[in-house]
């Protein structure tokens, strides 16, 4: 193993022809906990070239009991390369890279003073996993880290190359920059998954697999969106929704799962229908509004 750093990069590169092994979720909490104890906090103010917004540095992060459940809904394999957009101080590109599954794990983030915080953790666990005997984890197991990449970049103004998977922390970002990173991401051929923590905007390319919930540290739990990622050639094309067309049916005739559809459809729809402005002109007539909102699939079978 090999350590190597750069501007703004810093990047372990295993050498080794064998891929990194699983580590277990216990284990690899105890190793960044370690590696994380004299790391200072990524809470409080950051500096960030002048086009970037205060508003859109807002922190938060996701618990160590809730990187398991997420890291179940990427679904990382051998072959894939994991990005965390948005990645703060690094404990998640930090987790994947430890669990071993995924050939690389990516993170970028346009804080310097929670990129350098990044770094900081990321040479810890350099130093003990190159330091051979001495690379076991608090836990008494074996420990193996496989590539990881910690970056300084802003991930609305990125040429995407390679990710596979992608992790969206887009909770206090506005729209705009919302709209450019999934711009920039959708020109990756390679991507087939997206996790974001609020809902994307209306795309043909984006098909919503299911939700998935996560503790992080402004609630205790928070339902995150697992989306499939269609290729360019499948592109489907939104589907107009009526207002007064809703169907009446009672929520406890339905299955559980349709039921669960229902709920995610009207949340949906509820949201866009504040971005059309539906609500205004339902205040102006006491008729239902017949404006289509599109969306990308039905609302319930």
């Known amino acids: 193993i090999t350590c190597r750093m750069h501007v703004g990069i810093a990047r372990m590169e295993d050498m080794c022809a064998t891929p990194c092994s699983t580590n277990s979720h216990s284990a690899t909490v105890a190793y960044l906990k370690e590696a994380y104890a004299k790391v200072g906090t990524g809470f ?28 179940e809904a990427l679904r990382c394999g051998p072959n894939d390369v994991f990005y965390d957009l948005g990645s703060g101080t690094g404990k998640m590109v930090l987790y994947v890279a430890l669990r071993g599954a995924a050939a690389n794990s990516v993170g970028l983030e346009v804080g310097e003073r929670r990129h350098r915080l990044a770094q900081v953790a990321g040479q810890n666990i350099t130093r003990r996993v190159e330091g051979g005997n001495g690379s076991e984890s608090p836990s008494g197991e074996p420990m193996q880290c496989g590539n990881f990449s910690l970056r300084l970049a802003d991930i609305s103004r990125q040429n995407y190359q390679d990710p596979t998977v992608a992790l969206f922390c887009n909770l206090c970002m506005d729209m705009n920059i919302t ?9 990756c051929p390679s991507l087939k998954r997206l996790v974001s923590v609020t809902p994307m905007p209306p795309c043909g390319r984006l098909e919503l697999d299911h939700m998935v919930h996560v503790e992080c540290t402004w609630a205790k ?13 499948l592109k489907r094309g939104p589907q ?3 207002i007064a067309d809703m169907p009446r049916t009672r929520a406890a005739d339905l299955p559980a799962f349709q039921r669960w559809r229902r709920a995610a459809s009207v949340s949906t729809l509820e949201k866009l229908c504040s971005v059309e402005q539906l609500a205004d002109g339902r205040s102006r007539s006491s008729k239902p509004a017949r404006r ?10």
């Open 221 to 233: 739990t928070t339902s995150w969106h697992v989306y499939n990622v269609l290729p360019a050639s």
């Open 179 to 187: 709209k450019r990173t999934l711009s920039c991401l959708l020109k």
């Open 240 to 242: 107009a929704v009526w």
């Open 292 to 301: 289509a909102v599109s969306i990308k699939r039905p609302m319930w079978t």
């Open 44 to 71: 409080g103010n950051d500096h960030c070239p002048s086009n970037v917004e205060v508003g859109n540095l807002q922190y938060g992060e996701v618990t160590y009991a809730g990187m398991e459940p997420l890291y």
